[in-house]
């Protein structure tokens, strides 16, 4: 179904990411957001805050980043589509609910703009070093999609895109900027609504008495009711079973726990969402994401124009990973560099997609700032010997 | 310990249910609660004030945190929500401001809307969230084996105070009126008549309610401190209960064993948040202002 116009800023605009971010969620017709102040994130509710009055929808600033990522829930389940937004402590606090948004397949939107950590860390400074959190910082097993725009206007798209996957996989979706890529300002094209897809949520046409709340359909993942429309349903963090009971048995926990974690595989199966370029006869790959990515973009001009054959690879969505195609690659490329503002979190991830066929070579940064393109030029350079 | 045989001097007829079956998930019935406990007392209250007050059961929801009153979401046929711990505060918050028409319950223990969640209550009733908060006090975190609360009274014996708690605790009904609540009161599990009816009036009630019913957890804190079963709770509630309707709710303090003052402390008219979001809105932005349509799809 195409975007509501009421919340479409349709135009050329020059924005920066947070912004961008903004004006991805009123397309994506996420009519709630709930926050609590953290740098370098709350430029999107403060543009929220701004535009959704005459929208038609709320913001509430909560007491915290706990309350923010919980209200979102109560929200969703009320009908709406919902997000939050913060940063590295903030997203720490969050890690309770974004288990319980996975354990109650509510589909929400998880905004971090990644700053430097640990703890306090560099407020006002990037990094990437929440990508593992991210993927694994809530307790148990859990199925998550992590998205990583490198740009204002991918901060747009993407969040459009992270609204429609919460929708389609039930899955919380963490949207991954980092504090460059939130206050880099640049030309955002906002198309026409009816340009604009997005996924309504999938609500039962069953009645009440024939709907169970946590029946898959085939493809894993349940239909949804809300609140207030009579089907007197029950939504609980505890292990549960299809009718949404608490049931504290090894069966279900299995067929709970394994489908929460199975449901988002078509997606890491082929549809992960990536960028590459000059593969073809690449001896050295460059996997990289977000800001990183666009300071390796300069390593690999300068490497191609001293005649090394470097190639591009850039993730788009970090979880699931692409690691089927990166698999691919490493059959027939000498070796992988990977540059990113951590000590290293996805070069783990390209290891164990190569399994050994390839040299994975990290890049690392502690974060406070971005690599020189002679660092990565570098490591492409010895990778390419 | 004498074995007595309750005998029911009538004819039970095959149909008979109780009448507040039909509020409960009998599918999940034997609830898990301990012989004697308050809980299911204040459920029963519950369920009748929901009679009493005719409100479409479609459009009342219940959110609990976790623990022993956190159960009750799980018990109530009503569309329902045990959420984390401490936070049914804020989801219901969301909840409410995502469709206004729903009558949003909160109903939670004292560890749980207290410790963990005080943070999100104070908060709630300083925005005058139109929320109705009902806290079952067993003065004790019971669902993880009764350790010290923060409502636990000095001189009580815990798992974590074994000694004798010796931190001065939270008046609740204090708390909720300093932070803003339209409505507090304050009953046990002995007065099942006045909490219905206070249950009710508080459905009618706009705005951020209150009501804390202290109720007895015979299995851990009454047995620590050798306080009796579920019986002897109620012989004590009624002892030392005293009702003074409009009391002045910083002389409603608990101890061990002294007076408990119950009744409806607080009664007062303050615009809830929905209320003033709007008017400030079309203060500042006139027509420009687009009422919340929040639910995300026209079919919805």
């Given at each position: ?336 560099v990977v540059p990113e503002l951590n000590l290293g979190q996805m070069v783990y991830e390209v290891e164990r997609a190569a399994a050994g066929k390839a040299r994975v070579i990290p890049v690392s940064h502690a974060g406070g700032g971005v690599h020189d393109p002679e660092t990565i030029l570098k490591a492409i350079e010895e990778a390419a010997r | 310990m004498n074995e007595t045989t309750l005998e029911i001097p009538y004819e039970i007829p095959p149909e008979a249910s109780n009448p507040v079956e039909p509020f409960l998930r009998m599918d999940r019935m034997p609830h898990i609660w301990c012989a004697g406990c308050g809980i299911g007392t204040t459920v029963n209250c519950f369920t009748r004030a929901l009679i009493g007050s005719k409100a479409n059961l479609d459009k009342v929801a219940i959110v609990s945190g976790i ?234």
């Open positions: 179904m195409h975007a509501d116009p009421a919340g479409v800023l349709t135009g050329v605009h020059f924005l920066d990411g947070d912004h961008a971010c903004c004006e991805g969620s009123l397309a994506a017709g996420a009519r709630f957001a709930a926050g609590y102040p953290i740098t370098p994130s709350t430029e999107v509710v403060e543009r929220f805050a701004v535009r959704i009055p005459t929208v038609g929808g709320i913001f509430i600033q909560m007491e915290d980043e706990l309350a923010a990522s919980i209200a979102i829930q109560g929200a969703v389940w009320a009908g709406a589509k919902a997000f939050t937004v913060t940063s590295g402590p903030g997203f720490s606090l969050m890690m309770e609910h974004i288990g319980y948004a996975a354990m109650t397949e509510t589909p929400c939107v998880f905004v971090n703009v990644q700053r430097g950590g640990p703890s306090t860390g560099l407020p006002t400074l990037p990094a990437q070093a929440d990508m593992m959190q991210a993927r694994w910082g809530s307790h148990g097993d859990y199925g998550i999609i992590a998205l990583c725009p490198n740009s204002p206007q991918e901060a747009f798209d993407l969040t459009i895109t992270a609204f429609n996957l919460a929708e389609e996989f039930r899955v919380p979706v963490m949207l991954m900027l980092d504090e460059c890529v939130g206050h880099m300002t640049e030309k955002v094209v906002i198309p026409a609504a009816d340009k604009i897809e997005v996924t309504p949520r999938r609500l039962t046409s069953l009645p009440p008495e024939e709907f169970k709340l946590f029946e898959p359909r085939e493809d894993l993942v349940p239909d949804m009711v809300k609140a207030g429309d009579g089907y007197r349903f029950h939504v609980t963090g505890l292990t549960h079973d299809e009718r949404g009971y608490p049931n504290m048995s090894v069966e279900t926990q299995d067929r709970l726990v394994r489908r929460l974690v199975d449901k988002v595989k078509p997606l890491a199966n082929g549809r992960a969402l990536c960028e590459t370029g000059d593969l073809e006869d690449a001896d050295v790959v460059v996997v990289s994401y977000g800001i990183t990515s666009r300071v390796a973009q300069r390593a690999l001009q300068l490497a191609r124009a001293r005649g090394v054959k470097a190639g591009k690879f850039r993730l788009i969505s970090a979880w699931p990973f692409p690691a089927r195609h990166i698999a691919e690659l490493a059959g027939r490329v000498k070796a992988f | 623990g022993c009153t956190g159960r009750v979401a799980g018990y109530a046929r009503l569309d329902s929500f045990h959420t984390t711990h401490g936070r049914a505060i804020p989801f219901a918050t969301g909840l409410k401001l995502a469709n206004p028409e729903l009558q949003v319950v909160v109903y939670s223990g004292d560890g749980d809307l207290f410790a963990i969640g005080g943070n999100h209550f104070i908060h709630a009733a300083r925005r005058n969230m139109d929320l109705k908060v009902v806290c079952v006090n067993n003065l004790t975190y019971a669902m993880t084996g009764g350790q010290t609360a923060p409502t636990t009274p000095g001189k009580v014996i815990s798992a974590t105070s074994p000694y004798g708690v010796f931190e001065p605790s939270f008046n609740l009904v204090q708390l909720a009126e300093a932070a803003g609540a339209s409505y507090v009161a304050r009953w046990t599990t002995y007065h099942v008549k006045q909490l219905s009816r206070s249950m009710e009036e508080m459905f009618k009630k706009k705005g951020f309610c209150f009501i804390e019913v202290i109720s007895p957890c015979p299995t851990l804190y009454q047995r620590r401190n050798k306080m009796g079963d579920g019986l002897d709770a109620m012989k004590f509630y009624k002892e030392v209960s005293k009702v003074r309707n409009g009391a002045p709710t910083g002389e409603c303090a608990l101890t061990k064993s002294g007076e408990i003052v119950v009744g409806k402390f607080v009664d007062r008219d303050r615009p809830d948040y929905l209320e003033l979001l709007r008017s400030q809105m079309t203060e500042t932005l006139g027509d420009r202002y687009a009422e919340p349509e929040v639910s995300c799809c026209s079919e919805c």
